[in-house]
């Protein structure tokens, strides 16, 4: 480039002699007054070409020989190189200082995370003009000025890149000295570090909910045994009066009936406790046990209060008795509200009907009674509550709340009063639905 420059100036200044030297054409005649610069450039038919103008030969040598003399000058200018004297910092493995020279200088520098100093020396000379720059630290991306000596000081976490060179004379040196600078993040910043907390957190999070969830449980746990105890005591009650009365029909029947009617009222109590006993320890029962259980019952209350009461019972032909699943003791407290509060008052025979039915894999089980109905047993229910306090219906309650607690498809329970076409009461039909495949506490 340089070479180039030169050339193009002893090109111009020899041009300029030879129009000085050119002698100035004459005026013909006619011909306009022009300057004497652009006469020759109008004048076309004493015009020369600039390039026919002949040139002597001393002064051809004289171009020469200057050009000559300017590329020896420029060729002989001195290539430099710019040296490294003194490199100091803070070692991030071993936290010691450092001292090293060009020799020894790694091309990589580690420096400590507290402690993120560089200093470099260069060689001292006034001829040198030393600039650098740093990668990644704002305002220093661009090659700044600086003395042989540099400074680096605080330094952000991460890779940075220093850059060193120098100018002499307009002229840059042949090398650049390079550093990659490193300076470790924080620990508390360190990826590693952030994913430790991360899982620590989210175990802690985690195992919170897991105690959250077995108090939860716990609790409910407790509730459950206590309803259960409740539910079984309700059961194991069934209750003592009616084993009082039971005892008492048992003189009557022997009295009124002799030993024939005695053995077959001994026979069905006997029964009916060991039942009774048996299904206290137990959360399910088939479906074939439960039906002789209020068979039984039946049949035990009617001789008791020496009074008929029929059963009539409708189960689907294709459900497997034994196979099939209800809660224990589910149905007794409903056979027992259907002859407390329904048939006793009536005065003519009672009749309770038991249908079960399979549908959409759910038990449909409904106990009808013919009885006076609720509205009138509500009239009676003050009068009667001296003698007797019935639990069916809240036991029910209780007891379905327990089971619903285990099973997505809850169970259902439903009281309806029936009517007569003359708007007479015409009984009590109680509706309970139970899952096939229902579960208990004990699965």
């Excluded at 111009?12 to 004497?36: M, V």
């Excluded at 450092?98 to 402690?115: I, K, M």
Aim: glycine share 4%; net charge positive; charged share 20%.
């Amino acid at each position: 480039m340089h070479w180039a420059k030169l050339v193009n100036s002893q090109r111009q200044i020899l041009y300029l002699w030879t129009l000085k030297k050119t002698p100035a054409p004459k005026k013909s005649a006619g011909a306009k007054t022009i300057t004497n610069k652009m006469l020759r450039h109008f004048n076309l038919q004493i015009h020369e070409s600039c390039q026919s103008i002949k040139k002597p030969f001393f002064v051809n040598l004289f171009a020469l020989t200057s050009c000559f003399l300017s590329f020896k000058a420029y060729s002989q200018q001195p290539v430099f190189e710019i040296k490294l004297t003194q490199l100091e910092y803070v070692d991030g493995k071993t936290n010691q200082i450092v001292y090293l020279n060009e020799a020894f200088a790694p091309s990589t520098l580690v420096l400590s995370r507290d402690y993120n100093h560089v200093y470099i020396e260069l060689e001292k000379d006034s001829s040198i003009q030393y600039t650098y720059k740093v990668s990644g630290e704002a305002g220093l991306l661009d090659w700044k000025k600086t003395s042989n000596e540099i400074h680096l000081l605080g330094l952000g976490r991460g890779v940075h890149k220093l850059f060193v060179k120098g100018t002499r004379n307009g002229v840059n040196s042949s090398n650049t000295i390079q550093f990659d600078v490193f300076v470790p993040s924080p620990i508390y910043l360190r990826w590693w570090f952030i994913v430790i907390i991360i899982l620590i957190v989210v175990s802690i999070f985690y195992l919170f909910l897991m105690l959250e969830a077995k108090l939860l449980r716990e609790r409910k746990d407790k509730n459950l045994q206590v309803s259960n105890l409740e539910a079984k005591a309700y059961r194991a009650q069934m209750n003592p009066h009616f084993i009082f009365n039971a005892l008492n029909g048992m003189q009557s029947a022997m009295v009124l009936g002799g030993e024939q009617e005695f053995n077959k009222y001994i026979t069905s109590f006997s029964k009916l406790i060991r039942n009774t006993i048996e299904m206290s320890s137990v959360d399910k029962i088939s479906l074939a046990d439960e039906i002789a259980y209020i068979t039984n019952y039946i049949a035990l209350q009617s001789l008791r209060l020496e009074k008929e009461i029929k059963m009539n019972l409708d189960v689907d032909a294709f459900i497997d008795q034994q196979a099939a699943f209800l809660p224990c003791m589910m149905l007794q407290p409903i056979i027992e509200n259907a002859i407390v509060h329904g048939i006793i008052p009536k005065k003519a025979t009672g009749t309770i009907t038991v249908a079960i039915k399979h549908v959409d894999d759910m038990l449909v089980i409904s106990v009808t009674d013919d009885g006076i109905g609720r509205q009138a047993a509500a009239v009676l229910k003050e009068r009667y509550q001296k003698t007797h306090q019935s639990f069916a219906t809240q036991i029910m309650r209780d007891r379905i709340d327990i089971f619903n607690y285990y099973n997505k498809r809850k169970l259902a329970f439903q009281i309806t009063d029936l009517h007569h076409d003359d708007g007479d009461s015409a009984g009590t039909k109680v509706t309970l639905n139970v899952p096939v495949d229902f579960m208990t506490r004990h699965k």
